[in-house]
């Protein structure tokens, strides 16, 4: 940067900060330049900087491949990034939006030779709004910053954003209220609208000297979510608050994201999203509210490899003055997953909060109602309940002969409103991640391929995704009209029992990480806790369609057993 500035026609009196952290977050813009144009108007220019020599094109809105110390993964397009830290800066902060500072992002990879990737037409959105600077691109940067700073900054910019109340924007509080307004998705019901108005009084009350959590259990479809979503928008736009919607699995945040902007491409909300391990270096107290759906699936440590941070309930609960947490212990799916009543309840109390509890429980928004629930269980042998059929409820449930007719049947349901789709316990290896051309799910004449490369997190609404099948990890947290279950050997049916066969999942799941290592110390509690593991995977699989589930088990034996348990209406 230091050649690129090194021009007599930029003014020495520029203002240049490195390495700002961007409030409420763990970002920091690595370059900015600050100035006026030719009308003395103020200007920032922010450079995100890349030492990338390559990258790899992927089919996933703003994302692409890079190599990092440990290997090539996925990450956001640096154009991406660079607007994305502007529309941050342009909704939160009263200094930018009150004062009209004008914010100018673009991207430097210095390392970087051309290719047909980091500016190929895939990304032309974004790269339209902060273009894209290569190695052999220096002069055109010198212009870029000259075209936008005439002046040196004679009126301490920096300063004034450093210094800036950090407040939501009318144009953004007001673009969500029109978001949901008329929204059937986020139509709220009963116990979800009690719920949601204890929220809003604890939410008016917290300070940093008034701490408070709540603590809000429901299980599937009982409108966790829909109350989540709520409050986000009311305590931005009604009461002017820092929110953040906040899960561990991106899926629930890009649909979400998705069905209130009635797009697919990330957009200017996409900052009030967040990951559930950002947490980890913000200030205290720096959120008003932070919403935690899905918190049933918070882990310890951060990081891809786990190793950052201390613990991510207590993160949580530090960096607000009302932390709420959307919980249902029975959707505990991996072995890293610590969320829990008692979790959170223990880090609240350190922490001097006031600790509120809250139940979604009669609003089970499927046909079945909770008595569907309470089959299943009994079913699963999670628990004994006197739910032993199906008699009475409207809901319908098939154990279908073979994948290929499960798949049609869930195909011509999606025809209604694209609200059908398959998903399968996690018993197949992700072979077409390398190999594309070949499938991963092969029973028979049937063959499928993971859900994963193609649509990612947007799976569960992508049109053409209804042919894939998907996972846990795409679909939790998420509701359908009809779920279609390919329940793999994992679980199996053998002398009068329900069984489970950890051994049986594929090596490319993650959900069974530590279960081996675990199985040499302590075998009886590794798998108990596979166990549980295992049938808390298929009652979650088996609870997202609200209308309908229709299963196939690869185990022919359990597939009898599910007859059996249904010929029990007669």
Same mark, same amino acid.
């Given at each position: 940067?230091?050649a690129?500035?090194? *021009? ?21 813009i690595?370059f ?12 920032v ?5 890349k ?18 110390? %440990? ?6 397009h ?6 994305s ?5 342009n ?23 051309e ?5 190929n ?15 052999? *691109? ?5 212009k ?25 924007? =009318? ?6 209220a ?7 998705e986020?139509?709220?019901?009963d ?23 709540l ?8 409108? =966790? ?9 009311h ?23 998705? =069905? ?8 200017a ?10 947490? %980890?270096?913000?200030?205290k ?10 918190? %049933?699936?918070l882990?310890?440590?951060?990081g ?27 959707? =505990?799916?991996?072995?890293? *997953? ?8 223990k880090w ?17 928004r ?10 299943l ?27 290929s ?25 992700w072979?077409?991640k390398?190999?594309?051309?070949q499938f991963?799910?092969?029973?028979? !004449?049937?063959?499928?391929k ?11 609404q ?10 846990? %990890? ?8 009809y ?5 793999? *050997?994992?679980?199996?049916?053998? !002398? ?26 302590n ?6 806790q596979? !166990? ?16 309908g ?22």
């Amino acid at each position: 940067m230091g050649a690129v500035l090194n *021009d007599s026609e930029i003014p020495s009196d520029s203002g240049i900060s490195i390495e700002y952290h961007i409030p409420q977050t763990s970002k920091r813009i690595d370059f900015l330049i600050t100035g006026q144009n030719d009308n003395q108007e103020d200007q920032v220019i922010i450079v995100e900087l890349k030492q990338w020599e390559s990258a790899e094109l992927t089919d996933k809105d703003a994302i692409v491949k890079t190599r990092f110390q %440990h290997g090539v993964a996925e990450t956001s397009h640096p154009s991406y990034q660079a607007w994305s830290y502007c529309e941050l800066l342009n909704q939160l902060n009263e200094t930018v939006y009150n004062e009209d500072i004008r914010l100018n992002p673009c991207a430097y990879l210095h390392n970087y030779i051309e290719d047909d990737v980091i500016r190929n037409d895939f990304y032309k959105f974004y790269l339209d709004k902060a273009p894209v600077f290569l190695k052999q *691109d220096k002069d055109k940067l010198n212009k870029f910053i000259k075209s936008f700073v005439k002046h040196g900054d004679k009126s301490n910019v920096m300063l004034r954003i450093e210094n800036g109340k950090i407040k939501p924007s =009318k144009s953004l509080a007001d673009s969500l209220a029109k978001m949901l307004a008329g929204n059937p998705e986020f139509i709220m019901l009963d116990e979800q609208k009690i719920v949601f108005e204890t929220a809003i009084q604890l939410a008016k009350q917290s300070s940093s000297s008034n701490k408070n959590v709540l603590i809000v259990q429901g299980g599937p479809g009982t409108g =966790k979510s829909v109350v989540a979503v709520n409050l986000l928008v009311h305590l931005i736009q009604k009461l002017g608050l820092i929110a953040q919607y906040v899960t561990k699995n991106a899926a629930p945040r890009a649909v979400y994201e998705a =069905k209130l902007t009635g797009s697919m491409r990330k957009t200017a909300i996409s900052n009030l999203f967040s990951g559930s391990g950002s947490f %980890h270096s913000i200030d205290k107290d720096s959120f008003n509210t932070l919403l935690v759906d899905e918190a %049933h699936r918070l882990n310890a440590k951060s990081g891809m490899f786990k190793n950052i941070g201390e613990n991510q309930v207590k993160e949580i609960i530090d960096a607000a003055s009302l932390s709420v947490f959307f919980i249902d212990e029975d959707q =505990k799916v991996t072995f890293s *997953d610590i969320g829990s009543k008692e979790e959170i309840t223990k880090w609240a109390t350190k922490a001097n909060a006031n600790i509120y509890y809250h139940a979604l429980e009669s609003q089970f928004r499927c046909n079945g109602s909770d008595g569907y629930l309470a089959w299943l269980d009994n079913v699963l042998e999670i628990r004994e309940t006197a739910n032993t059929n199906l008699n009475e409820l409207d809901y319908d449930f098939r154990v279908i002969s073979n994948p290929s007719e499960l798949r049609e049947l869930i195909v011509e349901k999606n025809k209604i409103n694209n609200k059908a789709r398959i998903v399968a316990g996690y018993c197949w290896n992700w072979v077409s991640k390398n190999k594309p051309d070949q499938f991963d799910i092969v029973i028979d !004449d049937f063959e499928a391929k993971w859900n994963l490369a193609t649509d990612g997190s947007l799976w569960i609404q992508a049109p053409r995704s209804v042919s894939e099948v998907g996972c846990i %990890h795409t679909c939790q947290g998420l509701e359908l009209d009809y779920i279609g279950v390919i329940i793999g *050997d994992d679980l199996i049916y053998k !002398d009068n029992e329900v069984l489970t066969q950890p051994e049986q999942r594929a090596k490319t799941d993650k959900s069974l990480s530590g279960f081996k290592n675990l199985l040499k110390t302590n075998p009886e509690f590794a798998y108990s806790q596979a !166990d549980a593991i295992i049938r808390n995977t298929y009652r979650t699989l088996m609870t997202r369609g609200m209308k309908g589930c229709y299963i196939y088990c690869t185990d022919k034996a359990l597939q009898d057993y599910f007859k059996s348990m249904l010929n029990l209406i007669a």
